[in-house]
């Protein structure tokens, strides 16, 4: 299973929401304060672009050389459609600095310094060190995720609904049930089993982790083979 290191690195670096919140800013306007691009550094500090005249630049600005406390909050929705979208939600907190001359004109950079995280997900709810941060890479398949999991869904509904299949002998299938696939990454597939008496997940994992797309489909044809036989 990914790390929660991992986990947190992938939220980042992905394409979920975000939004920076700082002591002392007025949170009326949150738009103000979503950042229009992030990365992260090899010492795990995240690097968040924003507009030059974003609220968040002009504090960290005038904040020059004092610790500016912020916190970047991130929120995971799954893709396709279910009850309970959110997936996940993360927490990194630290201090704001600016960084001069990283953005074009009408942009500016500013570094969140890693001092702390936390991830509450479908796998559970863990704290992250800075040097895990730091040494963790996001999954490969995280920027493919949405759409791999839309084309299952839409293209590959019966074979998704198959899964139920390799499920344990006491679990009851109804014809008006949902099967919907949730969340994909390197180490497997979560599916989520809904009907009239309640909803629960169902993880299956690959044999091996995938790198890319290329090893996630021979993977997914030996979980639909294995769910077929």
Same mark, same amino acid.
Not at 159 to 165: F, G, I, K, M
Not at 202 to 208: G, L, M, T
């Given at each position: 299973?990914?790390?929660?290191? @991992? &986990?947190?690195?992938?939220?980042?670096?992905?394409?979920? #929401?975000?939004?920076?919140?700082? /002591?002392?800013?007025?949170?009326?306007? /949150?738009?103000?304060?979503?950042?229009?691009?992030?990365?992260?550094? /090899?010492?795990?500090?995240?690097?968040?672009?924003?507009?030059?005249?974003?609220? %968040?630049?002009?504090?960290?600005?005038?904040?020059?050389?004092?610790?500016?406390?912020?916190?970047?909050?991130?929120?995971?929705?799954?893709?396709?459609?279910?009850?309970?979208?959110?997936?996940? &939600?993360?927490?990194? #907190?630290?201090?704001?600095?600016?960084?001069? =001359?990283?953005?074009?004109?009408?942009?500016?950079?500013? &570094?969140?310094? !890693?001092?702390?995280? #936390?991830?509450?997900?479908?796998? =559970?709810?863990?704290?992250?060190?800075?040097?895990?941060?730091?040494?963790?890479?996001?999954? /490969?398949?995280? =920027?493919?995720?949405? @759409?791999?999991?839309?084309?299952?869904?839409?293209?590959?509904?019966?074979?998704?609904?198959?899964?139920?299949?390799?499920?344990?002998?006491?679990?009851?299938?109804?014809?008006?049930?949902?099967?919907?696939?949730?969340?994909?990454?390197? !180490?497997?597939? &979560?599916?989520?089993?809904?009907?009239?008496?309640? #909803?629960?997940? %169902?993880?299956?994992?690959?044999?091996?982790?995938?790198?890319?797309?290329?090893?996630?489909?021979?993977?997914?044809?030996?979980?639909?083979?294995?769910?077929?036989?």
């Amino acid at each position: 299973m990914p790390s929660a290191a @991992e &986990r947190t690195r992938t939220l980042v670096q992905g394409t979920c #929401s975000a939004v920076l919140l700082i /002591p002392g800013l007025d949170p009326a306007r /949150p738009e103000q304060l979503v950042p229009e691009a992030r990365t992260v550094g /090899p010492d795990g500090d995240v690097f968040l672009l924003f507009p030059a005249d974003s609220p %968040a630049v002009r504090i960290a600005t005038h904040a020059q050389d004092d610790e500016l406390p912020a916190v970047l909050e991130l929120a995971d929705v799954a893709p396709v459609a279910v009850p309970h979208r959110i997936r996940g &939600r993360a927490w990194l #907190s630290g201090w704001l600095t600016t960084v001069p =001359g990283a953005a074009e004109p009408g942009k500016a950079m500013v &570094r969140l310094e !890693f001092g702390e995280a #936390s991830v509450d997900d479908l796998w =559970g709810t863990e704290r992250v060190d800075g040097p895990a941060f730091a040494a963790a890479q996001a999954d /490969p398949l995280a =920027g493919h995720e949405a @759409e791999l999991l839309q084309h299952l869904h839409s293209g590959h509904g019966d074979q998704v609904r198959s899964l139920r299949s390799l499920l344990d002998e006491r679990f009851s299938w109804a014809p008006g049930d949902r099967v919907v696939p949730l969340a994909l990454d390197r !180490f497997g597939l &979560r599916v989520r089993f809904a009907g009239a008496t309640g #909803s629960f997940d %169902a993880r299956f994992d690959f044999p091996e982790p995938v790198g890319d797309v290329h090893g996630l489909r021979r993977a997914m044809h030996r979980l639909f083979e294995a769910a077929a036989a």
